[in-house]
């Protein structure tokens, strides 16, 4: 179940992310009010995901899999360029949790 909650977790900060891209540095309120309410709760689950998940592992993933999936959706559907350094980063990001858990920070 810790993990499920983490996946909600992520797929809410990812959506507040984007949505932050489009509340205009929150001068619109329908983006702006997204962000808020997308944070926190991400925020909610995280704090749910951490009853049955470490800490270090779970943070690993959250902030890996967002920034994997942030750059993604950035070069996908907001014009972002992708260059050869930006996806090794993301590829080393993707590694770095899977060593990490592999490693045993559970």
Do not use: R
């Amino acid at each position: 179940m810790g993990y499920a909650l983490l996946a909600g977790a992520i797929a809410a900060e990812v959506a507040a992310t984007t949505a932050m891209k489009y509340s205009d540095g929150f001068s619109k309120l329908l983006p702006s009010l997204l962000t808020v309410l997308g944070y926190a709760l991400a925020f909610a689950l995280l704090a749910q995901t951490l009853k049955t998940v470490s800490v270090g592992t779970a943070y690993a993933i959250w902030a890996g899999v967002g920034t994997a999936v942030i750059a993604t959706i950035g070069f996908t559907f907001l014009g972002e360029g992708m260059s050869v350094a930006k996806a090794a980063g993301i590829l080393l990001i993707i590694a770095g949790v899977v060593v990490l858990n592999l490693g045993g920070a559970h």
